[in-house]
């Protein structure tokens, strides 16, 4: 039994973040089992056990709950575990960024975008790139806003394409394409019927979105939208992907709402209408491009005048 000091040690020692730790912790989780992780690894399953729990102490947090049929993340350790993994992927694409710098290599471009690419100008735009500059290497990078806006202070994506704006006055900014804000219904819901939707139709609806961007911009405009003195529209936005919240709303009481492209297909029992304003226009969310101004890359440069061209000021 080990006495305090000894436990204080054994944090100390996972101070700095451990980064072996924290590849332990994701590759336990993705096979919900330390045995099967350290034989992944190549590792004794005692030495990622003590790493794992060093971890934990150091956190003050209980990653996993363990027994003899494995090991299943607690709820606070599926939150981490998931930055973790956000973490170690930015961290490989760093390495790779110093290793190609490191030998001379400028010709890539990191593209951070967080919109579907089954159809719509984000897919029209990296056909474009990789059509006219066939010699560069488009390594793209999907997340949410908070991710790509880290990554963009980061230096490991170069250009990001995000909806709605952000409040940074360090980057540069594009506005580059509108994108029509849908309402999804199921088949037989009543308003499924109309041809023509507008904002106040929607006031009894129960909303779910996911936090996936464009998820929050979304939930942000029908609160704006909706919303009255001593009353709030009902809207939650959960940890679910575009598609499963789709798939919710045919089997559910929900409603969502979707971009035209966001999406990517309708799916049966689903149904898509536009929303309209009260002068008349059909709703829109705006996609901009982001990059920082000290950015020199010449595959950077390359892009921006591809965006010039294509969306002009």
């Not at 003899?68 to 760093?94: Q, Y």
Request: charged content about 25%; overall charge positive.
């Amino acid at each position: 039994m080990r006495s305090v000091a000894d436990t204080s040690a054994l944090v100390a020692e996972a101070v700095p973040p451990d980064i072996v730790a924290l590849r332990f912790a994701v590759l336990a989780a993705d096979t919900l089992s330390f045995a099967r992780a350290a034989a992944q690894l190549r590792v004794k399953q005692n030495t990622l056990s003590r790493r794992i729990a060093l971890l934990e102490a150091r956190l003050g947090l209980k990653l996993f709950e363990r027994s003899t049929k494995g090991a299943v993340p607690t709820e606070a350790g599926l939150t981490f575990i998931d930055a973790a993994r956000h973490i170690l992927t930015d961290l490989e694409a760093l390495n790779s960024s110093g290793l190609s710098l490191g030998a001379g290599q400028v010709g890539k471009l990191r593209l951070g975008f967080s919109t579907s690419l089954a159809a719509g100008n984000m897919r029209s735009l990296i056909v474009d790139f990789v059509g006219r500059y066939p010699e560069l290497r488009l390594v793209n990078v999907e997340g949410d806003r908070t991710r790509l806006t880290q990554a963009l202070h980061a230096r490991t994506v170069d250009f990001a394409v995000i909806s709605g704006n952000l409040p940074e006055i360090e980057f540069q900014r594009r506005a580059m394409w509108s994108e029509r804000v849908m309402v999804a219904f199921h088949e037989q819901h009543p308003l499924a019927k109309k041809e023509r939707i507008h904002w106040p139709d929607l006031r009894a609806e129960r909303f779910i979105l996911p936090r996936q961007d464009p998820g929050t911009d979304l939930a942000d405009l029908v609160k704006a939208r909706l919303g009255e003195p001593g009353w709030k529209p009902d809207v939650e936005t959960q940890e679910v992907s575009r598609e499963n919240v789709a798939n919710i709303v045919p089997i559910g009481r929900y409603s969502t709402l979707t971009t035209d492209t966001a999406l990517g297909r309708i799916l049966p029992g689903l149904v898509l209408r536009e929303i309209h304003e009260i002068a008349g226009q059909i709703c829109h969310i705006v996609y901009a491009g982001y990059w920082r101004a000290d950015n020199s890359s010449p595959a950077l440069a390359r892009l921006l005048k591809l965006v010039d061209e294509r969306y002009p000021a």
